[in-house]
């Protein structure tokens, strides 16, 4: 399968990666010996956002902090683009462009964690429930990390050249956020990145490592809704019926072919039917049957390829169950579409060349694509095709993880209430390591008057 977007980067782009990467004058004992001496502010700036956590769209709180920290460390801040987005440039004479990004918003997630700044929250969501409210995926670490890494790169202006553009993006966990801003004009408005770049979070690597994979990291993912359509009656006359729950059911067992029959075996693809809902009384045949699935992929004409053959799938049962062309299952692809995420591959060598070089080989791991949803991929595929690359942060206890590779018990993951990352390591690791790649991307300073 080929990548998301073409090739043949942008000159500039390029050359720059050809470059062999360098170390950052304060690599690698100085940087991170600059963010641990920037931690303590730090503890108590992500202890804060924990607390308090704002749903998608929501973040307005959140999104203030976030502009106030970069307008303190000399950003020029622009609020409110793309929703609560919030966009800081750092210009330092000619050079490369990076972008830094970071999500924002938090998860309808009630926490049970027992931390003593655990997030209280309760608040109405965008459909009038009230919902808890938790920072159940790390939001709050991508955003100190951020911070920190904006302290730092703001005060060692001496060390590169360039322009460096820092984004808080709002709405994350919906996949939309950063269509909004692109949508808004991200690129035309403010400096065009040659390279953009983020980290994330993980709930299977210790506090303290990074994590790369090269190419596909994170999958395309859709949410699809099947109205399956009968004709309902009574439970007693059911040949006077065409009953739709039998119908769903073996939809949903047809559906079982599509990654196992219908997909080659070397393109990873998962179809999850997640919710099915039909009927109010043990003895009425109803009218309609819905489901909800999710769709994930990595390459696009695996994407294409899986809806075309659900597509088929529903109306041949439909047929085989003797119903007619008015009576079709009706299939909606939400447009909430997450596009999967794809690590341009010499700059994640780079990447990995530098955090190597900062915290040493036997902390950066090499992990495995995962078929989890990341917006951060909509970035990349603008026409300006900017490259990308994702790493990882190892968030857990490295005690708790040897002991779960030891028992085989699994951890919190990701999403769940008793997610609880260890702060210290886990941003210390961020800093340095977000700081030494943004540092050797941008350039060295040509003298006093990049200052």
């Not at 470059?19 to 010996?33: C, D, F, K, T």
């Not at 800081?88 to 972008?99: A, C, E, I």
């Not at 709050?140 to 820092?166: I, N, P």
Request: proline share 8%; aromatic share 4%; glycine share 10%.
């Amino acid at each position: 399968m080929n990548p998301p977007r073409p090739l043949i980067l942008p000159l500039l782009g390029a050359a720059l990666l050809l470059l062999p990467a360098r170390l950052p004058a304060a690599a690698p004992a100085g940087i991170e010996a600059e963010a641990a001496a920037g931690y303590p502010s730090l503890d108590k700036l992500y202890k804060e956002l924990h607390a308090h956590p704002e749903l998608s769209l929501m973040e307005e709180a959140t999104s203030a902090t976030v502009a106030s920290e970069l307008r303190a460390a000399g950003f020029a801040v622009t609020e409110h683009f793309g929703g609560f987005g919030v966009v800081g440039v750092l210009s330092n004479g000619p050079g490369p462009t990076v972008l830094v990004r970071t999500d924002m918003d938090g998860l309808p997630v009630e926490e049970k964690t027992g931390l003593p700044y655990a997030s209280t929250v309760h608040t109405k969501n965008l459909s009038g429930q009230t919902v808890g409210v938790m920072h159940a995926c790390g939001h709050d670490v991508h955003m100190t990390v951020f911070v920190g890494t904006a302290r730092l790169l703001a005060k060692a202006k001496d060390r590169w050249a360039g322009t460096l553009v820092m984004i808080g993006q709002p709405a994350e966990e919906m996949g939309v956020g950063a269509r909004a801003m692109l949508r808004e004009g991200l690129f035309r408005h403010f400096p065009k990145p040659d390279f953009a770049v983020a980290l994330h979070d993980s709930a299977s690597l210790p506090a303290g490592t990074v994590g790369l994979v090269e190419g596909y990291h994170m999958a395309n993912v859709d949410t699809m809704t099947i109205t399956v359509h009968g004709v309902g009656g009574h439970g007693a006359y059911p040949h006077l019926t065409k009953d739709p729950i039998v119908l769903a059911a073996r939809i949903v067992l047809a559906l079982q072919t599509v990654v196992s029959r219908e997909t080659s075996p070397i393109h990873p693809a998962v179809v999850t039917v997640g919710s099915i809902h039909g009927g109010t009384r043990p003895n009425i045949i109803p009218d309609t049957v819905e489901m909800q699935l999710t769709l994930r992929s990595f390459g696009d004409d695996v994407r294409d390829h899986t809806i075309a053959v659900i597509q088929r799938i529903c109306r041949g049962e439909a047929i085989a169950a003797g119903l007619p062309d008015s009576l079709m299952p009706e299939i909606q692809v939400k447009d909430e579409h997450t596009p999967s995420a794809y690590n341009d591959p010499a700059l994640t060598a780079r990447v990995r060349r530098v955090l190597t070089a900062t915290l040493g080989a036997t902390r950066v791991k090499t992990i495995d694509p995962e078929m989890g949803g990341e917006d951060f991929s909509e970035y990349g595929r603008t026409v300006e095709h900017v490259p990308l690359c994702m790493f990882r942060i190892g968030a857990v206890a490295p005690d708790r993880w040897e002991e779960s590779q030891r028992t085989g018990v699994s951890l919190p993951a990701l999403h769940s209430s008793r997610f609880a990352p260890l702060p210290e390591p886990t941003i210390k690791t961020g800093v340095a390591a977000m700081a030494s790649v943004v540092l050797d991307l941008l350039g060295p300073s040509s003298g006093p008057a990049a200052r």
